[in-house]
């Protein structure tokens, strides 16, 4: 067993010996299952924070948990740095283009991922074109003698024909995200995928 793990181990059974009713009763249930401590932590720390008289027993019960958690948390984010490339692998527009030349009915591939609102840089800025312009064709400004299959306006008035080779599609992976006062964290992550037909 880790360090880590004693740790949270001792913290468990401090909390076991220290907490009353329900809690207690949960703590002794969980002493075994490690995978349960954290969310238990964060529980008595919430229960803690809400009491109005704060016994010292709890006080140091609290601080003892605020600690494990937060021990654990940064060993989880070195952890995740040590697994995470140094330089992230982009799509390129001439791998769309190559992906678009060998890809069969169905397949797929993400093109880019992150949030609607992201500034993309330049690179991804590009892709994005080229998988608009691989998908429809799309004029920002309406021509009078054009016919388009659609029309739209935000800001003015917008148009375009679908090329029928690619169909663009938007998955959510993570949903936003608040703090307990309402606060975003953060926006919603979108996998944009681009399907052949």
């Known amino acids: 067993m880790t360090e880590k793990n004693n740790m949270a181990k001792a913290a468990m059974e401090m909390a ?30 919430e229960y803690i924070d809400q009491l109005k008289i704060v016994p010292p027993s709890y006080k140091s019960l609290r601080t003892v948990l605020v600690g494990v958690n937060k021990k654990r948390q940064t060993e989880t984010q070195e952890e995740m740095k ?66 388009y299959q659609f029309r739209g306006h935000t800001k003015g008035e917008w148009g375009c024909n679908y090329t ?19 606060n975003i964290i953060s926006y919603p992550i979108y996998n944009y995928i681009m399907v052949k037909r």
């Open 16 to 45: 076991a010996d220290v907490l009353t009713g329900d809690l207690q009763i949960e703590a002794k249930d969980k002493i075994n299952k490690p995978g349960s401590y954290t969310s238990f932590f964060v529980k008595v720390i």
């Open 82 to 147: 040590r697994h995470v490339p140094k330089t992230q692998s982009s799509v390129t527009p001439r791998d769309l283009e190559h992906w678009v030349q060998t890809a069969k009915r169905g397949d797929k591939i993400v093109y880019y991922t992150g949030t609607t609102f992201a500034k993309k840089m330049m690179n991804e800025a590009s892709v994005f074109s080229r998988a608009r312009s691989l998908a429809m064709d799309y004029d920002e400004i309406v021509k009078k003698r054009k016919t």
């Open 164 to 182: 029928g080779i690619v169909d663009l599609v938007q998955k959510k992976v993570t949903d936003l995200q608040k703090d307990k006062e309402g």
